[in-house]
């Protein structure tokens, strides 16, 4: 898939949408882009090849591939299928074009969204992504990715512009059900390490101390090699991801696992403490903030 052959509708300019959206831009792929924050065509005013659009079916028009990097899959079935009288655009794309989801959706509505749209003649591939803002803006995101391989095959030269690691997973969904679930361990750590350099901080131990005896031993993991001491313990909470979102994908492994008969006791304790922190810290809070909340919660 050539930069030049390919134009792009790009649906969701948030914190990852943009430098994901940039990377492409760089690599010479001509970009619509649509977001609900109309402010941030600011964003794109000095680069070639982006056009800002006033709605998602404006984006699609001319596109043979759409990118959607949207909050959740309440918002992407709305969009592709329509809701209360509205017309979605997945009848409105391109016969034989690509739709990439990158999103962190649900792997259930994935997969149903993959036979609905294989249908019309649309090809669909899943492709969440990890690692960040930071690693957005650089292009070294991990890239899951699943649909057909002979897809896979076709659209990887395009994720290359994102990514560093791009893995192929299955089928429809199946990326989406690998990124859940990685979703649900990275936060289960994140809520450990917490409730853990509390307790050491309590017993007048030095967290900075703790955490680094962490990172030299069993304990270490993504929370305690890259937020502690950047984001937590200096109090900054501000890693660019947010406590709702990491609240919203727990649920949405929770749901996979119990769909997969599957036990999740420890699932279930996560997804209550992400609801008690999101609604305890308000909008707005950092995923990191977690720290912050288990320090004020009194038993």
Not at 113 to 128: C, H, M, R, S, T
Request: charged share 20%; with cysteine.
């Amino acid at each position: 898939m050539q930069a030049s052959d390919t134009k792009i509708a790009f649906v969701g300019l948030g914190l990852m949408g943009v430098p994901m959206a940039k990377n492409l831009l760089k690599a010479g792929y001509q970009i619509a882009g649509f977001d609900l924050n109309q402010e941030v065509a600011a964003k794109f005013l000095d680069d070639k090849g982006f056009h800002f659009v006033s709605s998602p079916e404006q984006a699609i028009q001319d596109a043979n591939l759409t990118i959607l990097m949207l909050p959740d899959s309440t918002i992407i079935d709305a969009l592709l299928w329509g809701n209360n009288g509205s017309v979605g655009i997945a009848t409105h794309l391109r016969k034989n074009s690509y739709l990439i989801d990158m999103s962190s959706s649900s792997p259930i509505s994935s997969k149903e969204n993959n036979q609905k749209l294989e249908k019309l003649g649309i090809k669909f591939v899943d492709a969440p992504v990890s690692g960040g803002v930071k690693k957005a803006i650089d292009g070294s995101l991990a890239i899951i990715v699943g649909g057909k391989k002979e897809y896979f095959g076709e659209v990887h030269p395009l994720l290359e512009c994102m990514g560093k690691s791009i893995v192929h997973v299955g089928d429809a969904g199946a990326a989406h059900a690998v990124k859940a679930l990685n979703n649900y361990v990275s936060a289960a750590g994140l809520i450990a390490a917490s409730e853990a350099l509390n307790a050491a901080n309590q017993f007048g131990l030095d967290p900075h101390v703790v955490n680094q005896v962490f990172n030299a031993s069993t304990g270490r993991n993504n929370t305690t090699e890259n937020k502690v001491e950047n984001f937590m313990l200096n109090e900054a909470f501000n890693s660019g991801f947010s406590l709702a979102l990491m609240r919203k994908d727990v649920q949405i492994a929770l749901n996979f696992i119990e769909n997969m008969n599957c036990y999740a006791s420890l699932a279930k304790q996560c997804v209550l403490t992400a609801k008690e922190a999101d609604e305890k810290l308000g909008k707005g809070a950092d995923h990191t903030a977690m720290f912050d909340y288990v320090r004020s919660a009194t038993l």
